[in-house]
């Protein structure tokens, strides 16, 4: 919005020219949504107060977390309010990708936002039945990788990009929609399962969406792309507007999640930021680099993997508690350690993938 209306006047206006540039809106664009979600939080946590949205506790976790019980939840809500205003406000609204990123992350919130509402306000312990929310996911995933197989031009092309090397692409025809349906649908479950502790989960996505707005940047850019021998998909710069939202949103949530939290996040947050980051990845042909720097998101989900599979073969458990955050917790770590040690992960994960641009 923002960018057009430079546009309109800036033959007389030279400065204008400003918004013009990718790296100054994508820093404007995080900024927006920090202050945004740094003003409405106070303000955000009373209504939840008011209406009684608080977080239910279940009776076999860590016994620690009893002293959670009512703790406004449904925060999620704010990140995505946060992150649509400052993209729409400071992306170039005529790129497409930008209206399937908001499309997705919105999507994704809405399917979370059912289910926290089920449990939380209609107090219905079940919520979302795992059905019907995997059919949701399904629609919003399944629609958004269609419509840029057929209609994204250069960004959903038959070819994987693997890692590492610079001349080795595999050719997946159309295996390439299935594939981004379950990235981004992976990617969107996995951020839920990480969301457990105060804070663990927001500083993971606000560290890839960094790398991925980095990895956005560079592959809408001719000579940036070339020189690292990533593809080149023209306007995938505008996307690094869209995560410097995610980072700034995330980093306003934080100043309120963090340990002790004053709210939670709940699944309309988590699922619709881990469907986000999906499809960024998806569009800029970097789901393989994406795995590696969603190193914590894919430990928490393949210890509940392993977990239910162990116990239903074997009757036994490998770890005290799954997610595994809560194995660490029940071995006398204290919260605030889990967390930043997982954060410590995540960094590294993050660092890696991005490493993987220059060697090739």
């Known amino acids: 919005m923002i960018l057009w209306l430079a546009q309109q006047f800036q033959d007389n ?10 790296s100054f809106r994508a820093i404007m664009a995080a900024l927006t949504a920090l202050v945004f979600s740094l003003m409405l939080g106070p303000w955000f946590i009373r209504k939840l107060q008011q209406k009684q949205i608080g977080q239910n506790v279940r009776s076999l976790g860590p016994e620690s977390h009893l002293s959670k019980q009512g703790t406004p939840t449904m925060g999620g809500a704010l990140i995505i309010f946060a992150i649509l205003l400052a993209t729409f406000l400071w992306s170039d609204l005529s790129v497409n990708y930008v209206w399937v990123c908001m499309y997705v992350l919105f999507g994704f919130g809405l399917v979370g936002w059912l289910d926290d509402y089920r449990k939380l306000a209609l107090k219905d312990s079940k919520g979302l039945s ?8 399904s629609v919003f995933g399944g629609t958004a990788v269609l419509y840029l197989y057929y209609f994204g031009d250069d960004s959903l092309t038959t070819q994987m990009v693997i890692p590492f090397v610079k ?23 996995a951020v839920n399962l990480t969301d457990g502790l105060d804070g663990l989960v927001i500083m993971p ?20 792309s070339h020189y690292l021998f990533i593809p080149h998909i023209p306007n995938a710069g505008e996307l690094a507007i869209f995560c410097a939202a995610i980072v ?21 947050g988590a699922l619709s930021l881990g469907g ?4 960024v990845a ?9 795995f590696i720097m ?11 993997i392993l977990q239910v599979g162990s116990f239903k073969l074997r009757g036994k458990r490998i770890f005290k508690m799954a997610p595994i955050h809560h194995h660490f917790e029940l071995k006398g770590w204290p919260e605030p350690k889990v967390v930043v040690r997982f954060w410590i992960m995540a960094l590294i994960s993050v660092l890696i993938g991005l490493a993987t641009l220059k060697i090739r």
């Open 130 to 137: 795992a059905k019907w929310k995997y059919l949701l996911q």
């Open 276 to 279: 986000a980051l999906g499809i």
């Open 205 to 224: 996505v606000i560290l890839v969406a960094s790398a991925l707005g980095i990895i956005a940047y560079l592959t809408g850019h001719t000579i940036f």
């Open 282 to 290: 998806i569009i800029t042909r970097q789901e393989l680099v994406f």
């Open 294 to 304: 969603s190193g914590v998101f894919v430990m928490e989900t393949v210890s509940v």
């Open 13 to 22: 206006h030279s400065w204008l020219n400003l918004f013009s540039y990718q």
């Open 248 to 268: 700034g949103a995330g980093l306003g949530f934080l100043w309120f999640n963090t340990y002790p939290a004053e709210m939670f996040m709940g699944d309309v």
């Open 167 to 189: 001349d080795l692409n595999w050719s997946l025809g159309w295996l390439v929609v299935p594939l981004g349906y379950f990235v981004m649908v992976g990617s969107s479950n």
